[in-house]
Protein backbone atom coordinates (compact mmCIF):
# COMPACT_ATOMS: atom_id res chain seq x y z
CA UNK A 1 0.00 0.00 0.00
CA UNK A 2 2.83 1.95 1.05
CA UNK A 3 4.32 1.42 -2.60
CA UNK A 4 1.31 2.70 -4.57
CA UNK A 5 0.52 5.97 -2.32
CA UNK A 6 4.68 6.71 -2.84
CA UNK A 7 4.11 6.17 -6.83
CA UNK A 8 1.09 8.36 -7.14
CA UNK A 9 2.84 11.00 -4.97
CA UNK A 10 5.59 11.14 -7.86
CA UNK A 11 3.51 10.80 -10.76
CA UNK A 12 1.69 14.10 -9.23
CA UNK A 13 4.46 15.97 -8.51
CA UNK A 14 5.76 15.31 -12.39
CA UNK A 15 2.67 16.31 -13.51
CA UNK A 16 2.58 19.09 -11.50
CA UNK A 17 6.03 20.73 -12.40
CA UNK A 18 5.28 20.01 -15.92
CA UNK A 19 2.37 21.63 -16.09
CA UNK A 20 3.84 24.76 -13.87
CA UNK A 21 6.32 25.41 -16.48
CA UNK A 22 4.10 24.92 -19.27
CA UNK A 23 2.01 27.98 -17.62
CA UNK A 24 4.82 30.08 -16.82
CA UNK A 25 5.71 29.89 -20.21
CA UNK A 26 2.74 31.89 -21.27
CA UNK A 27 3.21 34.99 -19.03
CA UNK A 28 3.67 38.58 -20.15
CA UNK A 29 7.42 39.48 -21.72
CA UNK A 30 8.27 41.73 -18.80
CA UNK A 31 7.81 38.27 -16.40
CA UNK A 32 10.78 36.82 -18.39
CA UNK A 33 12.84 36.86 -15.53
CA UNK A 34 10.58 34.65 -13.69
CA UNK A 35 10.13 32.05 -16.33
CA UNK A 36 13.78 31.51 -16.66
CA UNK A 37 13.92 31.05 -12.75
CA UNK A 38 11.06 28.34 -12.31
CA UNK A 39 12.65 26.81 -15.91
CA UNK A 40 15.98 26.37 -13.86
CA UNK A 41 14.10 24.71 -11.27
CA UNK A 42 12.36 22.22 -12.37
CA UNK A 43 14.52 21.67 -15.99
CA UNK A 44 17.93 21.20 -16.74
CA UNK A 45 20.22 22.16 -20.19
CA UNK A 46 18.35 20.17 -22.13
CA UNK A 47 15.07 20.48 -21.10
CA UNK A 48 14.16 17.51 -19.06
CA UNK A 49 12.83 16.78 -15.98
CA UNK A 50 15.27 15.57 -13.66
CA UNK A 51 12.36 14.15 -11.05
CA UNK A 52 11.36 12.23 -14.10
CA UNK A 53 13.95 10.99 -14.57
CA UNK A 54 14.87 9.94 -11.22
CA UNK A 55 10.81 8.48 -11.47
CA UNK A 56 12.27 6.34 -14.70
CA UNK A 57 15.61 5.67 -13.58
CA UNK A 58 14.37 3.62 -10.38
CA UNK A 59 11.61 2.09 -11.97
CA UNK A 60 14.55 0.87 -14.69
CA UNK A 61 16.50 -0.63 -11.43
CA UNK A 62 13.77 -2.16 -10.09
CA UNK A 63 13.03 -4.19 -13.48
CA UNK A 64 16.46 -5.68 -13.38
CA UNK A 65 17.01 -9.03 -12.17
CA UNK A 66 20.48 -10.45 -12.43
CA UNK A 67 20.40 -13.96 -14.38
CA UNK A 68 22.37 -15.44 -11.24
CA UNK A 69 23.35 -13.83 -7.97
CA UNK A 70 26.98 -14.34 -7.72
CA UNK A 71 28.44 -15.82 -4.43
CA UNK A 72 30.88 -13.29 -2.53
CA UNK A 73 32.06 -15.45 0.30
CA UNK A 74 32.88 -18.98 -0.08
CA UNK A 75 34.45 -19.86 3.16
CA UNK A 76 34.63 -17.37 5.91
CA UNK A 77 37.43 -18.19 8.72
CA UNK A 78 36.02 -21.63 8.69
CA UNK A 79 38.17 -24.59 10.78
CA UNK A 80 40.07 -27.09 8.59
CA UNK A 81 41.83 -29.87 9.00
CA UNK A 82 44.80 -30.79 6.41
CA UNK A 83 46.23 -33.84 6.70
CA UNK A 84 49.48 -34.39 4.41
CA UNK A 85 52.72 -37.07 3.30
CA UNK A 86 55.94 -36.55 1.67
CA UNK A 87 59.69 -36.90 1.74
CA UNK A 88 61.54 -35.17 3.45
CA UNK A 89 65.76 -34.30 2.55
CA UNK A 90 67.61 -32.48 5.15
CA UNK A 91 70.89 -31.26 4.47
CA UNK A 92 73.55 -29.14 6.22
CA UNK A 93 76.32 -26.78 4.40
CA UNK A 94 78.97 -26.45 7.50
CA UNK A 95 82.16 -27.64 6.05
CA UNK A 96 83.13 -30.24 9.15
CA UNK A 97 79.60 -32.41 7.86
CA UNK A 98 80.74 -34.74 5.45
CA UNK A 99 78.03 -37.66 5.59
CA UNK A 100 74.46 -36.85 3.81
CA UNK A 101 71.37 -37.66 5.81
CA UNK A 102 68.79 -39.76 4.81
CA UNK A 103 65.77 -38.76 3.36
CA UNK A 104 62.69 -39.64 5.23
CA UNK A 105 59.17 -39.77 4.78
CA UNK A 106 56.88 -37.58 6.64
CA UNK A 107 53.30 -37.25 8.13
CA UNK A 108 51.74 -33.67 8.69
CA UNK A 109 48.76 -32.45 10.29
CA UNK A 110 47.84 -28.67 10.15
CA UNK A 111 44.54 -27.12 12.04
CA UNK A 112 43.50 -23.63 11.36
CA UNK A 113 40.85 -21.38 9.69
CA UNK A 114 40.03 -20.80 6.07
CA UNK A 115 39.35 -17.59 4.52
CA UNK A 116 37.94 -17.34 0.39
CA UNK A 117 36.32 -14.56 -1.17
CA UNK A 118 35.26 -13.73 -4.77
CA UNK A 119 37.46 -10.80 -5.68
CA UNK A 120 36.23 -10.25 -9.09
CA UNK A 121 33.58 -12.41 -11.56
CA UNK A 122 36.21 -15.24 -11.84
CA UNK A 123 39.36 -14.93 -9.49
CA UNK A 124 39.21 -15.58 -5.50
CA UNK A 125 41.42 -14.59 -2.69
CA UNK A 126 42.45 -17.11 -0.14
CA UNK A 127 43.83 -16.66 3.35
CA UNK A 128 44.66 -19.49 5.68
CA UNK A 129 46.48 -19.46 9.29
CA UNK A 130 47.03 -22.85 10.31
CA UNK A 131 48.93 -24.28 13.50
CA UNK A 132 51.03 -26.95 12.02
CA UNK A 133 52.69 -30.85 13.71
CA UNK A 134 54.80 -32.66 11.52
CA UNK A 135 56.68 -35.98 12.45
CA UNK A 136 59.78 -36.97 9.97
CA UNK A 137 61.56 -40.16 10.16
CA UNK A 138 63.27 -42.82 8.15
CA UNK A 139 60.41 -46.22 8.99
CA UNK A 140 57.70 -43.43 7.37
CA UNK A 141 59.74 -43.54 3.86
CA UNK A 142 58.88 -45.79 1.45
CA UNK A 143 61.73 -46.26 -0.14
CA UNK A 144 64.52 -48.08 1.30
CA UNK A 145 67.49 -46.08 2.64
CA UNK A 146 71.29 -46.23 2.44
CA UNK A 147 73.00 -47.62 5.14
CA UNK A 148 76.51 -47.14 3.75
CA UNK A 149 79.13 -45.04 6.42
CA UNK A 150 78.50 -41.35 4.53
CA UNK A 151 74.53 -41.91 5.64
CA UNK A 152 73.05 -41.63 8.99
CA UNK A 153 69.71 -41.37 9.85
CA UNK A 154 67.69 -38.05 11.41
CA UNK A 155 63.88 -38.11 13.49
CA UNK A 156 62.46 -34.87 13.33
CA UNK A 157 59.87 -33.26 14.65
CA UNK A 158 58.32 -30.19 14.01
CA UNK A 159 55.52 -27.53 15.57
CA UNK A 160 54.92 -24.60 13.53
CA UNK A 161 52.84 -21.45 13.16
CA UNK A 162 52.35 -20.30 9.54
CA UNK A 163 49.96 -17.97 7.33
CA UNK A 164 48.84 -19.03 3.59
CA UNK A 165 47.92 -16.58 1.35
CA UNK A 166 47.02 -16.54 -2.56
CA UNK A 167 44.62 -16.41 -5.46
CA UNK A 168 42.93 -18.30 -7.73
CA UNK A 169 40.15 -19.15 -10.21
CA UNK A 170 36.59 -19.96 -9.40
CA UNK A 171 35.68 -22.64 -12.08
CA UNK A 172 31.88 -22.53 -11.03
CA UNK A 173 29.88 -23.01 -7.76
CA UNK A 174 32.42 -24.30 -5.20
CA UNK A 175 35.01 -26.00 -7.43
CA UNK A 176 38.16 -23.85 -7.33
CA UNK A 177 42.06 -23.61 -8.39
CA UNK A 178 44.26 -21.62 -5.81
CA UNK A 179 48.06 -21.17 -5.55
CA UNK A 180 49.82 -19.86 -2.48
CA UNK A 181 52.47 -19.07 -0.86
CA UNK A 182 53.36 -19.54 3.01
CA UNK A 183 55.29 -18.36 5.54
CA UNK A 184 55.84 -18.70 9.24
CA UNK A 185 58.01 -19.68 12.39
CA UNK A 186 58.58 -23.67 13.89
CA UNK A 187 60.05 -25.00 16.84
CA UNK A 188 62.13 -28.36 16.18
CA UNK A 189 63.02 -31.62 18.19
CA UNK A 190 66.11 -33.34 16.45
CA UNK A 191 67.41 -36.74 17.14
CA UNK A 192 70.44 -37.96 14.90
CA UNK A 193 71.50 -41.26 14.39
CA UNK A 194 75.19 -42.01 14.28
CA UNK A 195 75.76 -45.53 14.74
CA UNK A 196 76.84 -45.22 10.90
CA UNK A 197 78.19 -42.05 10.46
CA UNK A 198 81.69 -40.86 10.56
CA UNK A 199 83.04 -39.30 13.91
CA UNK A 200 83.24 -35.41 12.11
CA UNK A 201 79.59 -35.20 10.99
CA UNK A 202 78.89 -37.04 14.48
CA UNK A 203 80.65 -33.99 16.03
CA UNK A 204 79.07 -31.43 13.87
CA UNK A 205 75.31 -32.63 14.83
CA UNK A 206 76.02 -31.78 18.37
CA UNK A 207 75.40 -28.00 18.07
CA UNK A 208 71.74 -28.87 18.02
CA UNK A 209 71.61 -30.69 21.29
CA UNK A 210 68.30 -32.26 22.59
CA UNK A 211 66.33 -29.23 22.86
CA UNK A 212 63.81 -27.78 21.18
CA UNK A 213 65.55 -25.26 18.15
CA UNK A 214 63.95 -22.01 16.92
CA UNK A 215 63.55 -21.74 12.79
CA UNK A 216 61.81 -20.10 9.89
CA UNK A 217 60.20 -21.73 6.54
CA UNK A 218 58.03 -21.06 3.61
CA UNK A 219 56.08 -23.29 1.27
CA UNK A 220 54.37 -22.97 -2.12
CA UNK A 221 51.51 -24.96 -3.70
CA UNK A 222 48.34 -25.42 -5.33
CA UNK A 223 45.16 -26.59 -4.14
CA UNK A 224 42.22 -27.85 -5.50
CA UNK A 225 38.93 -27.34 -4.26
CA UNK A 226 36.95 -30.42 -5.19
CA UNK A 227 33.39 -29.61 -3.80
CA UNK A 228 32.23 -27.81 -0.72
CA UNK A 229 34.56 -28.72 2.32
CA UNK A 230 37.16 -30.69 0.56
CA UNK A 231 40.21 -29.62 -1.39
CA UNK A 232 43.67 -31.52 -2.29
CA UNK A 233 46.74 -30.05 -2.32
CA UNK A 234 50.34 -30.49 -3.70
CA UNK A 235 53.29 -28.32 -1.98
CA UNK A 236 57.10 -27.75 -1.71
CA UNK A 237 58.11 -26.77 1.55
CA UNK A 238 61.77 -25.64 2.77
CA UNK A 239 62.22 -24.91 6.35
CA UNK A 240 65.83 -23.83 8.30
CA UNK A 241 66.65 -25.05 12.21
CA UNK A 242 68.82 -22.62 13.42
CA UNK A 243 72.17 -23.69 16.07
CA UNK A 244 71.46 -20.87 18.06
CA UNK A 245 68.78 -18.10 17.84
CA UNK A 246 70.54 -14.61 17.72
CA UNK A 247 67.51 -12.45 17.98
CA UNK A 248 68.59 -9.25 16.44
CA UNK A 249 70.02 -10.67 13.49
CA UNK A 250 67.43 -13.07 13.42
CA UNK A 251 65.25 -10.08 12.97
CA UNK A 252 67.31 -8.00 11.07
CA UNK A 253 67.28 -10.88 8.35
CA UNK A 254 63.84 -11.04 8.63
CA UNK A 255 62.60 -7.51 8.19
CA UNK A 256 64.75 -7.83 4.97
CA UNK A 257 63.06 -10.30 3.70
CA UNK A 258 59.44 -9.13 4.85
CA UNK A 259 60.35 -5.94 2.76
CA UNK A 260 61.26 -7.29 -0.07
CA UNK A 261 57.73 -9.44 0.10
CA UNK A 262 55.69 -6.22 1.06
CA UNK A 263 56.91 -4.28 -2.67
CA UNK A 264 55.69 -7.75 -3.99
CA UNK A 265 51.93 -7.60 -2.60
CA UNK A 266 51.71 -3.75 -3.63
CA UNK A 267 52.83 -4.82 -7.33
CA UNK A 268 50.55 -7.84 -7.39
CA UNK A 269 47.55 -5.47 -6.32
CA UNK A 270 48.24 -3.39 -8.85
CA UNK A 271 48.05 -6.54 -11.75
CA UNK A 272 45.18 -7.09 -9.53
CA UNK A 273 43.35 -3.88 -10.62
CA UNK A 274 44.29 -4.00 -14.11
CA UNK A 275 44.63 -7.93 -15.17
CA UNK A 276 42.67 -10.12 -12.28
CA UNK A 277 43.02 -13.16 -14.03
CA UNK A 278 46.71 -13.41 -14.18
CA UNK A 279 47.45 -11.89 -10.36
CA UNK A 280 47.27 -15.83 -9.15
CA UNK A 281 50.27 -16.58 -11.31
CA UNK A 282 52.44 -13.28 -11.01
CA UNK A 283 51.16 -13.88 -6.62
CA UNK A 284 52.39 -17.40 -6.79
CA UNK A 285 56.00 -16.88 -8.56
CA UNK A 286 56.70 -13.35 -7.05
CA UNK A 287 56.55 -14.72 -3.65
CA UNK A 288 57.60 -17.79 -3.66
CA UNK A 289 60.16 -16.54 -6.27
CA UNK A 290 61.61 -14.31 -3.36
CA UNK A 291 61.40 -16.84 -0.35
CA UNK A 292 63.36 -18.91 -2.48
CA UNK A 293 66.24 -16.37 -3.11
CA UNK A 294 66.00 -15.62 0.22
CA UNK A 295 66.33 -19.38 1.72
CA UNK A 296 69.37 -20.43 -0.96
CA UNK A 297 71.19 -17.52 0.92
CA UNK A 298 70.24 -18.68 4.25
CA UNK A 299 71.51 -22.04 3.97
CA UNK A 300 75.39 -20.75 4.12
CA UNK A 301 74.56 -17.58 6.98
CA UNK A 302 71.61 -18.70 8.43
CA UNK A 303 70.68 -15.16 9.18
CA UNK A 304 71.80 -13.47 5.87
CA UNK A 305 73.43 -10.57 5.21
CA UNK A 306 75.26 -11.15 8.90
CA UNK A 307 77.94 -13.99 9.53
CA UNK A 308 76.81 -16.53 11.31
CA UNK A 309 76.56 -20.64 11.29
CA UNK A 310 74.87 -22.77 8.80
CA UNK A 311 71.42 -23.10 9.59
CA UNK A 312 69.85 -27.34 9.00
CA UNK A 313 67.96 -27.14 6.00
CA UNK A 314 65.25 -29.30 4.94
CA UNK A 315 63.21 -29.56 2.06
CA UNK A 316 59.76 -31.17 1.39
CA UNK A 317 57.70 -32.68 -0.91
CA UNK A 318 53.92 -32.92 -0.17
CA UNK A 319 50.35 -34.25 -1.30
CA UNK A 320 47.79 -33.09 1.17
CA UNK A 321 44.10 -33.43 2.03
CA UNK A 322 41.76 -30.61 3.18
CA UNK A 323 38.46 -30.92 5.43
CA UNK A 324 37.11 -27.39 5.59
CA UNK A 325 34.19 -27.47 8.28
Known sequence: ?????????????????????????????????NVLEEND?????????????????ALRFKQYKPSKKLRLNFYNNSPTI?????ISNHFYERNSFTSKINNNGIIDIKLGSTDLHRVTSN????????????????KLNYKENDNSNNYMDLRHIKLGLNNADGYGWNFGGNSHLVL?????????????????????????????????????GFAGGIKLFIINGVAISAE???TMTFPRHLFWKDFGSFIIETIAQELSNNFVDEVLDSSPSFAPVIHFLLKNGISYGFYELYKDKMNWPFKTV????????????????
Open 1 to 33: MRGKLLLLTVLSMCIYTNGFAFQTENLPSNDTT
Open 310 to 325: PPLMNKTYKIGIDFIL
Open 41 to 57: FFEDDNGKNPIIDIFTS
Open 236 to 238: YEQ
Open 180 to 216: YHSSGINWNSLSFDNNIADSVSINSTKIFGKQLRYGR
Open 123 to 138: VVEYDNDYLSFSSAEN
Open 82 to 86: NVGYG
